[in-house]
């Protein structure tokens, strides 16, 4: 009996189609420790921005939510790809693991193999891949609170969901509009941020630091 390629061959004008929609600019990963917060909200950026799907993927990591297993994940789809989701393998010039602080104790070791991974990969086009983990110390929300507060000593993450609710009355983790309530601030927290990690580093915990500027920064000038 002949077998049926019709899945197979749907796959690939799936896959040609995303192709075809791919927009000049780089090609990025990102991967979050949260299944929710984080994806929402780089999600919010990618609509505000009107950046291409097929260029900006996020995704949460399905490995689990330890820093490592984080890092491990981002390599995942790189390297393998994902056909239900119509990405081909090595097709990013840029990957980020996105986690907290928090009390992992996968955390530095998260820190090292990001390090490790950075530009030893190579993409569909045989460039070398950025690879860059974005923590936060103590956790995301931190980058929130700074749209609202100059933070210079350490917190912990309930002090700082404590403030931040202050701010943004009913705010819960998994908030679909969090980019949308905070945006107006955006140049005021990307300058403490900035001054926080003229002082500290995601390496200096429990010290505040969060590096989601960084990428904030990238995906926000991503078309230009």
């Known amino acids: 009996m002949a077998r049926d390629n ?6 690939k004008k799936q896959l040609e189609r995303k192709q075809g929609q791919r927009a000049s600019y780089d090609r ?28 900006v993927e996020v995704r949460s990591s399905e490995l689990g939510t330890a820093p490592i297993q984080v890092v491990q ?28 602080r928090d009390d992992h ?9 990001a390090e490790q ?17 974005i923590a936060s110390v103590p956790g995301f929300e931190l980058w929130l609170l700074l749209h609202y507060e100059d933070v210079q000593a350490p917190l912990h ?15 819960v983790k998994g908030s679909s509009n969090a980019f949308a309530i905070t945006s107006e601030h955006l140049a005021v927290a990307t300058a403490r ?4 990690a003229q002082r500290f580093s995601a390496h200096t915990d429990p010290e505040p630091f969060t590096a989601i500027v960084d990428l904030v920064q990238r995906l926000t000038t991503l078309h230009r």
């Open 6 to 11: 019709a899945p197979r061959e749907r796959q």
């Open 28 to 55: 990025i990963l990102i991967v979050s420790e949260g299944s929710k917060t984080e994806p929402n909200y780089f999600r919010e950026i990618r609509a505000a921005y009107r950046l291409h799907t097929a260029n």
């Open 73 to 100: 994940y981002a390599q995942e789809p790189f390297e393998n790809g994902d056909r239900h989701k119509s990405i081909q393998r090595r097709a990013f010039e840029q990957i980020y693991a996105v986690f907290d």
């Open 105 to 113: 104790g996968s955390y530095h070791d998260a820190l090292t193999r």
């Open 117 to 133: 991974l950075n530009g030893k990969l190579r993409n569909d086009t045989r460039q070398s891949v950025a690879f860059q983990a």
């Open 157 to 171: 993450r309930d002090e700082v969901m404590r403030r931040l609710k202050r701010h943004i009355p009913g705010y």
């Open 193 to 196: 941020a900035k001054r926080l």
